[in-house]
């Protein structure tokens, strides 16, 4: 518990822990439209916090 306190307090100092993901639509869309979807795959992408999954943009 208080290892996951401390985690926390991480992100609540604003220091966060992105990761990209791929959206799925954008994952359909470049095997579909493959290869040009593969530049909907690269659109469709968001930075979430690791920790808190929060969107960073
Ligand atoms: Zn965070």
Known sequence: MLLLLSVY???????????TK?????IITAVVCFPIGLICL??????????????LR
């Open 22 to 26: 791929f959206g799925i639509c954008g």
């Open 42 to 55: 690269f659109v469709d992408t968001e930075q979430k916090c690791s920790r808190c999954g929060i969107k």
């Open 9 to 19: 307090a991480q992100c609540a100092a604003g220091v966060h822990d992105p990761t």
